[in-house]
């Protein structure tokens, strides 16, 4: 039988110490450059992709997974900004709540549109706490979601968020300041989060160089994503897999 794309990434973390993941935007990306772009990350070792972004402007979103699946054989998982980017053509979709916010569509409203969606797709579901972190900069998460950050020196809060969403029995807790950040979500915080609770940690936005990726690997993230650095600076790739990979 088949492993599900939940345990094909934890088995991934206990092999490899940590995991990578690259975001791909397709609203940034034309069709041919996303699936060269896929294919580049596969080859320098990155162990799944993500597809998603805060407002989608492309039509062409359930055929850019097709396209991508077709290309690579690691896992392609949605990152949707709502209900409205549930697919049928993704591996697996990180059914996100926003629980750094207060804002009720994105804690449960937009769920209860997609759930039905996904079930009669067949798409794996992967319930994962996400949490907004003050980055200095106002991004398009922040805007689009209408919530507030959780103030990067507040670690205590961090936590609180990140054992509620454990003891809520979400899989994944991903830390993130959104995509094109100012700054990565803090090392220390990072660590703080991680061993308080149990629950596999992704950290993502803002990480623009392999050592900061390797910070985030060392203070106990179980995988990193990085996405505009996909976009502007292919050949550091190798260097940012590696990097995450540096325990192999
Ligand atoms: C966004 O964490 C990802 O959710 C990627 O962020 O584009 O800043 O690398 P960047």
Not at 1 to 26: H, K, N
Not at 61 to 69: D, L, M, P, Q, T
Not at 143 to 172: C, W
């Amino acid at each position: 039988m088949t492993s599900s794309v939940l345990q094909q990434l934890q088995e991934v973390r206990q092999r490899r110490g940590a995991g990578y993941l690259t975001l791909l935007d397709p609203d940034r990306l034309e069709p041919d450059e996303l699936e060269a772009r896929a294919e580049l990350c596969a080859e320098v070792g990155a162990d799944a992709i993500l597809i998603g972004t805060s407002l989608m402007f492309s039509a062409r979103n359930a055929a850019s997974f097709e396209r991508v699946k077709a290309r690579v054989d690691i896992p392609v998982i949605s990152f949707p900004g709502g209900a409205s980017q549930v697919v049928p053509t993704a591996d697996a979709i990180l059914f996100l709540s926003l629980i750094s916010g207060r804002n009720p569509e994105l804690l449960i409203g937009e769920h209860v549109k997609a759930a039905p969606l996904i079930r009669e797709y067949g798409v794996e579901a992967i319930p994962t706490g996400y949490m907004l972190i003050q980055s200095g900069t106002l991004t398009s998460v922040e805007f689009m979601s209408n919530t507030q950050p959780i103030p990067r020196n507040k670690v205590d809060i961090a936590m609180a968020h990140a054992l509620a969403a454990e003891y809520l029995g979400m899989k994944l807790i991903y830390l993130e300041t959104g995509s094109g950040a100012g700054a990565s979500v803090p090392d220390e915080m990072v660590q703080a989060v991680v061993n308080y609770v149990s629950t596999p940690v992704i950290v993502g936005g803002g990480i623009r160089d392999p050592e900061e990726a390797r910070a985030k690997v060392v203070a106990g993230a179980s995988f990193v994503v990085t996405g505009s650095v996909v976009e502007d600076d292919h050949q550091r790739l190798r260097e940012f897999s590696q990097a995450v990979h540096a325990k192999e």
